[in-house]
């Protein structure tokens, strides 16, 4: 039993030491993103948040995108390119929509939203862009929709919490009396050998004893010399009188 919860204890260390520094890294970009308005690219991608469904069902409503980071001179027609917007509405905000069309002239990318009837009303300029749509990231998207809900910052407070009760209470707490039986046992177990083993040296000396009395042998330390038979006594010789 011992061996089997100190292998989970071990599983979950690892585990929750993986997860943990990762959810942090995450949580860490998104707030300096959010904070500063600046992407942070690592090894030349960086994560997007789509909050409308203008790019469906190419981008899903409120998820996480993969964006790979590109300048104007890598942008071709078709590409589904990140942006910082133009219109007044949403000015230097991220969007993300397809390039339908480049103007020759200026270099200016023409954009629109698959889900949209209609193109955007403002060109992209070439330094404007941030990179390249790469893919979709499902679970990261769950996780950010629990987080953007009301109730999200309680679930992530949660989860931290657990994380760290599950990691550091059982080393805090004193060992239960199930955890303390079986050395208790293994203790009346080894007194009970030692004990055995005494009363069988105990047996096998004593068991000497007769043997070496009867020899009459010179004797060792455990012999007892009252147990020797005794000797005869010599009879005494009568005086002679002086003549």
């Given at each position: 039993?011992?061996?089997?919860?100190?292998?989970?204890?071990l599983?979950?260390n690892?585990?929750?030491?993986?997860l943990?520094?990762?959810?942090i890294a995450v949580?860490a970009f998104i707030?300096y993103?959010?904070?500063?308005?600046?992407?942070?690219?690592l090894?030349g991608?960086?994560?997007f948040w789509?909050e409308t469904?203008?790019?469906?069902?190419e981008?899903?409503a409120r998820?996480y995108?993969?964006?790979a980071?590109?300048?104007g001179?890598?942008v071709?027609?078709?590409?589904?390119?990140?942006?910082?917007?133009?219109?007044?509405k949403?000015?230097?905000?991220f969007?993300?929509?397809r390039?339908?069309?480049?103007?020759e002239?200026?270099?200016?990318f023409?954009?629109?939203g698959d889900n949209n009837l209609?193109?955007?009303e403002?060109?992209?300029?070439p330094?404007?862009v941030i990179?390249?749509y790469?893919r979709?990231l499902?679970?990261l998207?769950?996780?950010g929709?629990?987080?953007y809900s009301?109730?999200?910052i309680?679930?992530?407070?949660?989860?931290v919490?657990?994380?760290?009760?599950?990691?550091f209470l059982?080393?805090m707490?004193?060992k239960t009396p199930?955890?303390?039986?079986?050395?208790?046992?293994e203790?009346l177990?080894e007194?009970?050998?030692?004990?055995?083993?005494?009363?069988e040296?105990?047996?096998?000396g004593?068991?000497?004893?007769?043997?070496?009395?009867?020899?009459?042998?010179t004797?060792s330390?455990?012999?007892d010399?009252?147990?020797?038979?005794?000797?005869p006594?010599?009879e005494?010789?009568?005086?002679?009188?002086?003549?």
């Amino acid at each position: 039993m011992k061996k089997r919860k100190n292998a989970g204890r071990l599983i979950l260390n690892v585990v929750c030491g993986l997860l943990v520094p990762a959810m942090i890294a995450v949580a860490a970009f998104i707030v300096y993103s959010k904070i500063n308005n600046e992407p942070v690219f690592l090894f030349g991608h960086a994560t997007f948040w789509v909050e409308t469904g203008s790019m469906e069902k190419e981008i899903p409503a409120r998820s996480y995108i993969l964006v790979a980071k590109a300048d104007g001179g890598d942008v071709r027609v078709g590409d589904v390119i990140t942006f910082r917007s133009r219109d007044p509405k949403i000015y230097g905000a991220f969007n993300t929509h397809r390039v339908i069309g480049i103007d020759e002239e200026t270099g200016m990318f023409r954009t629109q939203g698959d889900n949209n009837l209609v193109e955007d009303e403002y060109e992209t300029a070439p330094e404007d862009v941030i990179g390249i749509y790469s893919r979709n990231l499902p679970v990261l998207s769950v996780l950010g929709r629990v987080l953007y809900s009301r109730f999200g910052i309680f679930a992530v407070l949660g989860v931290v919490i657990a994380t760290v009760v599950l990691l550091f209470l059982p080393d805090m707490l004193k060992k239960t009396p199930e955890d303390a039986e079986p050395d208790e046992e293994e203790k009346l177990s080894e007194r009970e050998k030692r004990i055995a083993e005494e009363i069988e040296k105990l047996k096998s000396g004593r068991s000497k004893l007769p043997e070496n009395g009867l020899t009459g042998g010179t004797g060792s330390g455990t012999d007892d010399p009252g147990d020797a038979p005794d000797e005869p006594e010599k009879e005494k010789e009568p005086e002679k009188k002086g003549e």
